[in-house]
């Protein structure tokens, strides 16, 4: 009797023993399982906010190249290439023209009568480039070079007597006078400035002062197209001469603003050297979340596995 009790107590604690082990195991497999899960669902929602990033970095690469920002830079010069200046006279007459410097005009002397004309000056006749039919007669002068010594060049006209209620010379301003000279057309230079270019007015009985400014706007083809800008200040001419007179004195000065060129173009700010950068970042996280998805998914394969044989091993141990 005692051998068998003896027995019975040995064999106690081992079935025990045999029954805690594998609810010991399943349990570490079950945690196992549960990390490798929330790890497989992390690296998935990784991957989801990866993709979103390449969708949006798509994105914003094809509104930036829909949608360019423009860009403005100064360039500082000493001398302008001269510009052309084309009046349009009608009945007017030019009495003299003369450079001046330092923004500096000395008093009139006989005004109203034929004085110095110092510029040079072409003359020129084409036909409308909006007509095709009207002849138009050009006086074409050259402009202020020396911005540095504040150079300005000023024109006096005289119109004799008009039948109209207000009285104007027009004008326009194109990039380069030396283009005009050395233009085999001339007509057709001056029919494409006049299509190009804008045409101003200044009038009768006043001294008009153009400041003027140069604005270079490059295209996306590559060409380049030049604008002018102006700022105007008219002050009223004081006829002292002692007869009352019928006719019209016209005064204009034209003087460059500033030595600056202002170039305008527009400019693309998608790099597309950093967009392939971020996107190669991009796949390889979602290149290593796949590979640690597919890792881990084998290996939870592999525990279930393990775990099936273990227990059918149990099982069959029991029976």
């Not at 594998?22 to 899960?37: A, H, I």
């Not at 001398?79 to 009139?108: E, Q």
């Not at 393990?306 to 141990?317: A, F, P």
Request: charged letters at 25%; aromatic letters at 12%; a neutral charge.
């Amino acid at each position: 009797m005692e051998v068998h009790e003896d027995a019975s107590s040995v064999i106690l604690p081992d079935s025990e023993l045999g029954t805690t082990a594998p609810s010991l195991r399943f349990s570490k497999t079950c945690l196992k399982n549960v990390f490798s899960v929330i790890l497989l669902f992390i690296y998935l929602l990784l991957m989801a906010v990866a993709v979103f990033l390449v969708y949006q970095t798509i994105s914003d690469f094809r509104e930036k190249l829909k949608h360019p920002v423009m860009s403005v830079s100064y360039k500082e010069v000493s001398l302008y290439d001269a510009p052309g200046i084309a009046f349009y006279p009608g009945k007017a007459r030019l009495l003299s023209c003369k450079h001046h410097y330092y923004d500096h005009i000395p008093p009139l002397i006989n005004p109203g009568q034929p004085g110095d004309i110092e510029c040079t000056t072409r003359r020129i006749n084409y036909t409308d480039p909006f007509t095709n039919q009207t002849m138009k007669y050009a006086l074409v002068v050259q402009g202020p070079r020396d911005v540095k010594k504040k150079e300005l060049v000023f024109l006096q006209f005289h119109l004799n007597e008009t039948d109209q209620d207000f009285s104007a010379i027009d004008y326009l301003l194109f990039s380069s006078f030396q283009e005009f000279i050395n233009s085999p057309e001339k007509a057709e230079f001056m029919k494409d400035c006049e299509s190009s270019y804008s045409s101003w007015k200044f009038s009768g009985g006043f001294r008009t002062w153009v400041k003027m400014s140069l604005v270079k706007t490059k295209e996306e083809d590559g060409s380049e197209t030049v604008e002018f800008k102006q700022e105007t200040s008219v002050v009223n001419y004081i006829d002292q001469r002692t007869q009352p007179r019928s006719d019209q004195l016209f005064f204009v000065v034209f003087e460059w603003k500033d030595p600056f060129i202002q170039t305008v173009q527009d400019i693309i700010t998608a790099n597309p050297w950093n967009m392939i950068a971020l996107l190669c970042g991009i796949f390889l996280a979602l290149f290593k979340a796949a590979d640690f998805a597919k890792l881990s998914v084998k290996w939870m394969i592999k525990i279930r596995k393990r775990h099936l044989k273990r227990r059918s091993q149990v099982m069959n141990h029991i029976n």
